[in-house]
């Protein structure tokens, strides 16, 4: 399976990552070029979700998105732009000018690194005005630290690593280099964005179990004589619990003195919050049942694991009042209350626009489509067939082809070959992926 990676960044920089993505075989690579931060908006509104992981050209962009809440720490790197790729432009200065160059500016680079790698290559007799940050600032900040240094004499030449910067310097007259992020420092971020996405995968099939515990331990199930209207409320109870028990493709066991435990995947558990949190289906069921009960929700790498956090989610303090939903994984426990959006929400996913404008052209409701979009990007699913479907919709295979083949005369999904029955009798099933932009 290969992973679908995002890179941003201006021409020059998307071709070095290009070149090295494409001798990985593990990656696809999806370029989106922009020139100015104030079109970042814009492409990631569009398309974050298209892609597993992102690579930005550098660290303006990516603090730009991310303290902007476009992205977020753990779906998105950038290639650090120094050590060889910084050497190489000052070696590049050196040969341009046909001496040795003393006083540079350079821009973003952190001071400690700067001096760091000129000490060890025992380089002290190059100087630096430094221009270091953290996080994003704007690009005129940039040009007028370059242009007054050079103008000042205080330095030769500038040294920027941002496009913009760069342009706008030579339109000024001022000698100036980039630094390009090096193929290694690019091959290295890649790397690590592969493990990421591989990892996220991962955790999408761990085992979750959602734990009901009525409040009182079930008393009404230990009585002999049961009135009608508590017999009626379990049973109602027990039916709200296979309601969502079908949402989420799992399976629901009563492990007795009222309390039942749901096993699902982690995956389908977010795919089911991503509409709406958690803790508003536990307020529904509350208000249907006018029962008490508390939530447990444990997820593991095993059955076993999950199960410990569940119990462990039970014997957290304060629980016992009821209306509380307690979540335990390895990183610890989160709380939250019925009717609260607590830290089972996670944000949802929408159709691309592509997909919104051939649905309306056609109009075809998006309901299924959307439902069947954001279960294969929660999943991380590259390729699927219509059994895929018929287990989602809870339909007939037959449905499931017919829906597949609209979608497919929509130009929304593509069918690629057929998948083996494994001896199976019966027709092979075709596979097929999305399709996220108009082919041309």
């Known amino acids: 399976m290969k992973v679908r990676i995002g890179a941003l960044g201006p021409p020059d920089s998307l071709q070095v990552i290009r070149e090295v993505a494409e001798l990985d075989p593990r990656i696809e690579l999806v370029e989106f070029e922009y020139f100015g931060s104030e079109e970042l908006p814009k492409i990631l509104s569009a398309h974050r979700y298209d892609v597993t992981q ?142 990421r996405a591989e990892s996220q995968v991962y955790e999408k099939q761990k085992v979750a179990i959602i734990g009901f515990e009525l409040v009182g331990g079930g008393e009404n199930l230990k009585k002999t004589v049961y009135n009608f209207a508590e017999k009626q409320k379990e049973l109602e109870f027990e039916l709200e619990l296979l309601r969502i028990t079908k949402k989420l493709n799992g399976s629901l066991i009563n492990r007795g003195a009222g309390t039942h435990f749901i096993y699902t995947t982690q995956g389908d558990y977010e795919l089911l919050t991503s509409e709406l949190p958690f803790s508003w289906i536990a307020d529904e069921i509350s208000l249907k049942t006018s029962l008490r009960f508390n939530i447990g929700i444990g997820s593991g790498y095993t059955i076993h694991g999950a199960e410990q956090h569940v119990q462990q989610a039970f014997e957290y303090e304060g629980i016992e009042d009821g209306r509380k939903i307690i979540y335990v994984d390895e990183e610890g426990v989160s709380t939250s209350r019925f009717g609260e959006e607590g830290a089972d929400s996670v ?94």
């Open 54 to 195: 992102w690579i930005f050209s550098g660290q303006v962009p990516y603090y730009y998105c991310l303290e902007r809440g476009l992205i977020s720490e753990n779906e998105a790197l950038f290639p650090p732009q120094h050590g060889v790729s910084l050497l190489g432009t000052c070696l590049q200065v050196m040969q341009e000018h046909g001496q040795f160059v003393s006083r540079m500016s350079l821009d973003t680079v952190d001071e400690s690194i700067v001096n760091s790698l000129f000490s060890e290559y025992h380089l002290d007799k190059i100087s630096f005005e430094l221009l270091s940050y953290k996080g994003y600032i704007e690009y005129d900040e940039i040009i007028k630290f370059h242009f007054e240094n050079v103008k000042s004499g205080r330095t030769q030449v500038a040294i920027t690593c941002l496009l913009k910067v760069y342009l706008a310097l030579q339109k000024l007259g001022i000698p100036c280099y980039r630094v390009v992020p090096s193929k290694l420092a690019i091959k290295t971020v890649l790397d690590l964005l592969v493990s």
């Open 347 to 440: 944000p949802n996913i929408p159709l691309p626009a592509f997909w919104n404008a051939v649905l309306k052209e056609k109009g075809y409701r998006e309901q299924i489509p959307l439902k069947i979009y954001q279960y294969i990007k929660m999943k991380n699913i590259s390729y699927f067939s219509s059994g895929m479907l018929t287990s989602l919709l809870k339909n007939t295979d037959r449905n499931s082809r017919r829906i597949l083949s609209e979608l497919e005369q929509m130009g929304l999904v593509r069918a690629l070959t057929e998948e083996n029955n494994s001896g199976k009798r019966g027709r092979p099933k075709k596979m097929y992926e999305l399709v996220l932009e108009e082919e041309k």
